[in-house]
């Protein structure tokens, strides 16, 4: 089994909808990350999580929120989805002491109409 | 500021030729890291290598090779003989282990295309 696991893999929605999507991991990190990727512009930051009561924002965090419900899942929403934020979506883990080295999911493909 | 630049946005070779893929980062930490992660066609992220700042050792690992230079802020990544396996693309990344977040930047990406 897969040790970052994200859902849904793939989704399609209309502009306004709410989305949820979701991430587990069965590594034991503490650390978890959501990243978008569009082409083009790599992957950038949106939220990040050193543990379940330990929020920051990343880089691009208007129009996202995110939950840490346990240790192991990490949640992004969108609260009120808009076309532009149709892209691959990638959740992450890292442990404290692993110089900072990632384990990525294999992202959600989200399209906004 | 870009922290890290992959200023090659596509490169096609045809199978068996060398490839150089490069990387170019900025950072005032003296301690910080540099990863390459591999996107194949399917999607997923795919961790390469991680190299330290204190350990300016090329490293070699079957047909693929780093060499990082911290003279010229590089981190450049070479794949020899290659094949149609490796078209994908290639992200270079920086973590700074000064800055709160330890979050990766990554640069753009470079499409490699090798072709039969």
């Known amino acids: 089994d897969a040790d970052v696991t994200q859902t849904p893999r793939n989704r399609i929605t209309k502009t306004g909808k709410r989305i949820m999507l979701e991430c587990s991991q069965t590594?034991?990190?503490?650390?978890m990350y959501w990243y978008r990727q569009d082409p083009g512009l790599g992957l950038r930051l949106i939220y990040y999580?050193?543990?379940?009561?330990?929020?920051n924002k990343g880089e691009i965090s208007d129009g996202y929120s995110v939950s840490r419900q346990a240790q192991a899942k990490f949640s992004l929403s969108l609260e009120s989805a808009i076309p532009n934020q149709t892209a691959l979506y990638f959740c992450?883990?890292?442990?404290?002491?692993?110089?900072?080295?990632?384990?990525f999911g294999p992202g959600t493909r989200l399209t906004v109409l | 500021a870009q922290k890290v630049t992959q200023a090659q946005t596509e490169i096609s070779v045809v199978e068996k030729e060398d490839v150089t893929l490069d990387c170019v980062y900025e950072t005032r930490d003296t301690t910080y890291y540099l990863f390459w992660y591999k996107q194949p066609p399917s999607g997923e992220l795919v961790f390469l290598i991680r190299?330290?700042?204190?350990?300016?050792q090329n490293e070699i690992s079957g047909r693929y090779s780093w060499n990082f230079q911290k003279s010229t802020s590089s981190f450049n990544f070479t794949i020899t003989a290659s094949q149609v396996v490796d078209s994908a693309v290639y992200f270079c990344a920086l973590s700074e282990l000064g800055a709160g977040a330890n979050n990766l930047f990554f640069g753009t990406g470079t499409r490699l295309t090798v072709i039969p």
């Open positions: 190299r330290n700042s204190f350990d300016e």
């Open positions: 999580s050193f543990d379940v009561k330990d929020i």
């Open positions: 590594k034991g990190h503490d650390r």
């Open positions: 992450a883990t890292s442990d404290l002491n692993a110089y900072n080295e990632q384990f």
